[in-house]
């Protein structure tokens, strides 16, 4: 259930509001988009003008997403706030997920931030801060709108829908619950396709995609505990398969947390020379967003991501010696209990 006095007071934001941006976060996924699109959607229902734009240009395996093709790619950092009165920041559980450049420290009076998450890691940066657990955000989006007493068209339920299954790994991942499943039946009810979901987000993988997980199995290695493994994959290798930085998601969540008897997986791409990004996935218990916090990103306890501005092999040594120190630390207090 949603804090009603934080629906009510985010509408009632909305309402107050000429102009609403919204944004694409960094690196963008099925459920961020998804969550946009389907916001903007609503707010159009409530006669408001918006602003789409993404950090990062949409990767062309969510193209099939309706709507995506009219987000324009702009840094929110290099805004000019005077021009809107509203900001709506969906999925992002911190200010870096919204820009790579640093965050702006003030805003014209008057410019509010809703923010509406489900990432426990959040850092609650909103003016109003809608953060609950759930497997989405549009999970989250979809209680809101029914508070909202919104209509979920054919349209709104599919956007809904696809956020939903993508991050609950078509509903097997841990933050699936009771209301996920029925969320999702009512969803289907009215006009969702789980064949198309499913169609697009795990049976259309680019062929060079499917190379570069080749590469990230080849170059997998097994920490000496057996409780974790890891991967890195260097700007040059991908490179060499002719695979773009946005084209490499997937990897983390097939290879990471599914070797028998280990614990988490990590995964190192290196995006950019110096810039480093990281996917942890744990297979049973073990809190990968302690990992990730440690290194100043967040997520998950199942599944989490963090970025380093560093060389591959700097990242390596500090993203190891922060795993292991966790898992130590964890192995000492279970033993003490």
């Not at 969702?192 to 169609?199: F, K, Q």
């Amino acid at each position: 259930m949603l804090d009603k006095r934080r629906t009510v007071k985010i509408l009632s934001a909305i309402k107050k509001a000429n102009r609403i941006l919204l944004v694409v976060h960094v690196s963008p996924d099925l459920d961020g988009l998804s969550s946009v699109l389907a916001t903007k959607k609503v707010l159009g229902q409530l006669g408001k003008k918006t602003k789409v734009i993404s950090f990062s240009q949409i990767p062309s395996r969510l193209q099939f997403v309706s709507g995506a093709e009219t987000i324009v790619v702009e840094d929110f950092a290099k805004l000019n706030f005077n021009n809107f009165d509203l900001f709506i920041a969906l999925d992002c559980a911190q200010e870096k997920m919204i820009t790579r450049s640093p965050f702006p420290q003030s805003f014209p009076v008057g410019f509010q931030i809703i923010n509406i998450d489900h990432h426990a890691t959040n850092t609650h940066f909103g003016d109003i801060n809608l953060v609950v657990s759930a497997a989405s955000t549009t999970e989250i989006l979809y209680q809101l709108f029914k508070s909202w007493r919104i209509k979920i068209d054919r349209q709104l339920a599919k956007l809904l829908f696809y956020g939903l299954v993508a991050d609950s790994g078509c509903f097997q991942y841990l933050s699936t619950t009771k209301d996920t499943f029925k969320i999702g039946l009512d969803l289907l009810d009215k006009g969702a396709d789980l064949s198309e979901i499913v169609l697009q987000t795990f049976r259309s993988y680019n062929f060079k995609t499917l190379k570069y997980w080749g590469k990230v199995l080849e170059n997998m290695q097994i920490d000496k505990s057996k409780k974790f493994v890891w991967s890195k994959v260097s700007r040059s290798e991908r490179e060499e398969l002719g695979v773009e930085a946005s084209e490499v998601e997937g990897a983390a969540n097939l290879f990471a947390p599914v070797i028998s008897g280990t614990e988490f997986g990590i995964i190192l791409t290196e995006e950019a020379e110096g810039f480093i990004r990281g996917s942890l996935r744990s297979r049973n218990n073990f809190d990968v967003s302690k990992i990730a916090l440690e290194l100043g990103g967040g997520g998950h306890k199942a599944a989490a991501g963090f970025s380093l501005k560093m060389t591959l092999d700097e990242a390596e040594k500090k993203v190891l010696e922060v795993a292991k120190s966790l898992l130590n630390n964890r192995n000492r207090t279970n033993q003490k209990s």
